[in-house]
């Protein structure tokens, strides 16, 4: 296993560690004297995004995909969205451009649930296929744009006094559930890629089972 540390895997952890001052900048920009904290906490999540895409870039181009990056990133985009959202359901954070109550808990809820299957799945079958699917981009890529959305709307709430134009709340609650609708396909597809290996494990335990075999290349 390559457990090298990369440019790549060294961006998933500065990633990683740009979450506490996300925190800090939201918690404190209500405080008198520190509005200005939200452009921070704006500028932030605008960064730990880009260095999500630039990680997989730098991974793929640089040839150099490693076994701690394929968790390590996946980890990096959990820690970050899951504590921006959860911030921005707060009652702390300004009502105009708060989440919905229950956006949180799928959210956490889905990651909960892969976190104890994958766990589950490397006991029972002493190894975990771990591959991101397409749903899974799209969820990550949905929540992104709505966590960066938001911030910009308190962003400009906060900069101009007459606030953001009169669309983007009707904007907010449709990308709200756009990303709520793609983290619950990706939770189902995912449950169900890891039914499969644990059904495949099942069928080779089995007396005269066989796991099932490769495609050939040339297939």
Known sequence: MQYKMTL?????VLRIILIPFFVICVIKMDDEGYTWMIYCALGLFAAMAFSD?????FARRRHEVTELGKYLDPLADKLAMSTAIILL???????????LWFTPVIVISRDVFLLLGS????????????QPNITGKITTVSQ???ILFVLACQSLKTA?????????????LILQWFAIG????????????????????????KPGGHPAQPKSPDA
Do not use: C
Request: no cysteine.
């Open 182 to 205: 793609w983290t619950f396909i990706s939770w189902m597809s995912y449950t169900y890629v890891g039914s499969r290996q644990l059904h495949e494990h099942d069928v080779a335990a």
């Open 119 to 130: 766990l589950i799945i490397f006991l029972v079958n002493g190894k975990l296929k771990f």
């Open 53 to 57: 895409a630039l990680d997989g870039i």
């Open 160 to 172: 101009l006094p007459s606030g953001p134009p009169d669309w983007t709340r009707p904007a907010m």
């Open 8 to 12: 790549a895997n060294r961006l998933t």
């Open 144 to 146: 992104i744009t709505l």
């Open 89 to 99: 359901s707060t009652k702390m954070w300004p009502d105009y451009s708060r989440l």
